[in-house]
């Protein structure tokens, strides 16, 4: 073979070398690029996942009812913070009303994008998420494309959740206002009833007494007015007893505790149902009329629950003084049920014991609990703060 040239071996040396060829066809090449659009693929995926979770939270957040919607409103900006594709520098606010509830980390954003809350066709707000430090750029500025879904829906279930509560909040203040009314007009007709009726009916009674003396030699003229006068003391003391019922005289002379007492003993002298009543600490609590008055339509209800609707043989009533708090408990042996059905059953037959007893609770801004289930029974709890304590005129 004849030896290189010098200038072909020159040529050879200084030639560069070729570019590689592309490697599409071979396996390792196909696996790289397939695991680099897995990646990607689960990362698209996470941040999906994080979106539905963050509707989800709210959701569940919104159906929380003891909380109101100041409370509401902040937990939303922590849920919507956490689903944003960096959340370690993400910071949320939810503005409605002219209330601004804010993640604590927030203060003016590098970058921020925001929706408007609309309720009954009007802006009411606005919700605005926004990252505390420059990021590449995206679909809308360095947010993604589902993000602007994500904050638009946000926005609409807000409106939706806001004004739910606003219904809600409404409904609450009238049911206050019904259950005022209801106590003012039970004081009224027992005034009424007490003051002029049951008068009227007793001084009917003495003359009729008198005129079954003045006609004593007429037996049976006279045994007909006896028989009149001993319906008429009848009808006098289911006066008296309506009267009482409806505004009990010994919650403003005995207090709470010893009125609960007295009710607990007609309650079971009438009935023939065993109540074993406890009270501790009460003295000291002084609570004014209106907690005094509630807690004891609340127990009237339960007692009357517990007899017609559970057929308890045995209740059992506590009546204590916990500071700030007055706690009224009322467990019975009956038949039970399950609160989560009976509730909507009850308000959809119209029957409002359970619905008011609640609302009393909450006009005091106290809560009711209600635990039972089918054959064990009931347990009813109030816990309410002390009139006194809370403002309340005594």
């Not at 309720?119 to 990252?131: C, L, M, P, Q, T």
């Not at 309650?267 to 004891?296: P, S, W």
């Amino acid at each position: 073979m004849s030896p290189l040239r010098p200038d072909a071996a020159h040529t050879m040396q200084d030639t560069p070398s070729s570019p590689p060829a592309p490697c599409s066809g071979l396996p390792g090449c196909n696996a790289a690029r397939l695991a680099e659009e897995h990646e990607k693929a689960l990362a698209a995926l996470h941040e999906r996942i994080k979106e539905l979770d963050c509707l989800y939270d709210i959701t569940r957040l919104s159906q929380r009812h003891d909380l109101a919607l100041d409370e509401l409103l902040d937990g939303v900006a922590g849920i919507v913070a956490r689903a944003w594709q960096h959340p370690e520098i993400t910071c949320a606010r939810v503005v409605v009303g002219g209330r601004k509830h804010a993640t604590p980390n927030w203060k003016r954003p590098a970058s921020r994008q925001s929706s408007p809350i609309t309720a009954h066709g009007e802006r009411i707000g606005r919700i605005e998420v926004g990252y505390l430090e420059e990021r590449p750029a995206c679909d809308e500025g360095p947010f993604l494309r589902e993000e602007r879904h994500l904050i638009d829906a946000v926005a609409e279930h807000l409106a939706r959740i806001i004004e739910a509560k606003q219904a809600e909040e409404r409904l609450r203040e009238l049911s206050r206002e019904l259950i005022k009314a209801q106590e003012d007009e039970r004081q009224r007709i027992a005034r009424e009833l007490h003051d002029n009726v049951a008068q009227e009916l007793s001084m009917l009674r003495l003359g009729l007494e008198s005129l079954g003396e003045a006609r004593d030699g007429a037996a049976t003229g006279a045994q007909t007015v006896h028989d009149l006068c001993a319906r008429l003391g009848a009808a006098i003391t289911s006066l008296r007893d309506l009267s009482y019922d409806l505004l009990p005289p010994a919650l403003d002379q005995l207090g709470l505790a010893e009125t609960a007492f007295r009710l607990c003993e007609e309650f079971a002298a009438r009935h023939g149902v065993e109540v074993d009543f406890f009270a501790d600490g009460m003295q000291a609590a002084q609570c004014g009329f209106k907690t005094r008055i509630n807690l004891y339509r609340i127990l009237q209800e339960a007692l009357a629950n517990a007899r017609r609707h559970g057929q308890a043989k045995r209740i059992t009533v506590r009546l204590l003084a916990s500071h700030p708090s007055v706690i009224l408990r009322v467990e019975d042996d009956g038949r039970g049920f399950d609160p989560a059905s009976r509730l909507p059953e009850a308000l959809g037959e119209k029957r409002m014991g359970l619905w008011s007893m609640r609302e009393r609770a909450r006009l005091l801004g106290g809560r009711l609990t209600i635990r039972s289930k089918p054959g064990a029974g009931a347990r009813v709890k109030v816990e309410a703060p002390c009139a006194a304590l809370s403002g309340e005129d005594a």
